[in-house]
Structures are given as C-alpha cells and as structure tokens.
C-alpha cells in the first residue's frame, strides 16, 4: 500500500482554527472516499496551549453542525521535522513562522475564491458567533482542497505509472 498523503493545519494554540479544520477536512475526506488514502493532523506554531484539548467553544460548534467532537484532540506545536505533503497556514504569520521552520505552506482561505487568500480570523477572543463564522470559513474553503489532494493523488498515480 503507498504512503498516505498528509495533510497538517496550523493555527496559533492548536485548540480552536486548525482542530475544527482538522475535523471537517477528515469528514470532507472520508465522504469523498479518500479516507484510506489521506492523513489530517494539526497543530500550533505557539507552545502556550500543549497538551490541552479542543477548546469547548469550537467542540460544542462542531458537534451542532453535526462534526465529531475533536474529543480526544491534544494541542502541540508544529516542530521543524513535522514534513506533510500539504501545510496548511490560518493566516499570513503562520505561513511565515512555518517557513521559518522549512515548510512550504499554503493559506487555508486561499482555497475559497470568495475569500482571496484571507486571514481567518481567531474566534478565541469572541463568543458564539466568532466560532460558527470560523467553521463556515473553513467549510468554504474545505472542498476545494479535497480537490486539491485528489489531483496531487492522481498526479502522483501518473508518476509512478508513467
């Protein structure tokens, strides 16, 4: 069977953005069949939350929206050896600490077109409201890069049969 292929999102904590991502790109994956084919993990540029789970606020959103929990999650920081064939930034300082640490990473919100390539703003700081606007933002953004993994897939298929 071939590697997988590993998808990581990145946040600041690792207890709000990139858990939700990490639920939704998972569910977005297995109903898209490629369960058994891509990896989904994520993790924090700060140490400050290691260790601690999913934040109540963005577990209770998932789970109205009818996602897994995310129970289970447990924070820690993205480190220069952490490789993905997909790194997935929430905002512009993400990106540029993680290439700092030799990734090459992607905005999450630049696979929405109507977000532009966008910061997606830290729901931590707010209520309710902030952590629905974050899960729609990731929703938004999460099928296109489902396509995006299925084409690297398919891409890689060729390779190794070309």
Not at 14 to 29: D, G, K, T, Y
Not at 128 to 145: G, K, S, V, W
């Amino acid at each position: 069977m071939p590697q997988p292929y590993t998808v990581m999102v990145v946040c600041t904590g690792n207890i709000c953005r990139s858990p939700m991502a990490e639920v939704v790109l998972r569910e977005r994956f297995a109903a898209a069949g490629l369960a058994d084919r891509v990896v989904v993990d994520s993790t924090g540029i700060s140490d400050e939350e290691h260790g601690d789970p999913i934040d109540r606020r963005a577990r209770t959103v998932l789970v109205a929206a009818g996602y897994p929990s995310g129970d289970g999650h447990r924070a820690r920081q993205t480190v220069a050896d952490d490789r993905r064939d997909l790194v997935l930034a929430m905002t512009d300082a993400h990106a540029r600490a993680l290439r700092r640490l030799g990734a090459e990473p992607v905005l999450f919100r630049s696979f929405d077109p109507a977000a532009a390539g966008a910061d997606m703003a830290d729901p931590w700081y707010g209520g309710p409201a902030d952590f629905e606007e974050c899960l729609t933002q990731i929703e938004a953004a999460a099928d296109a890069i489902v396509d995006h993994v299925r084409a690297d897939l398919g891409n890689a298929q060729v390779g190794r049969d070309g």
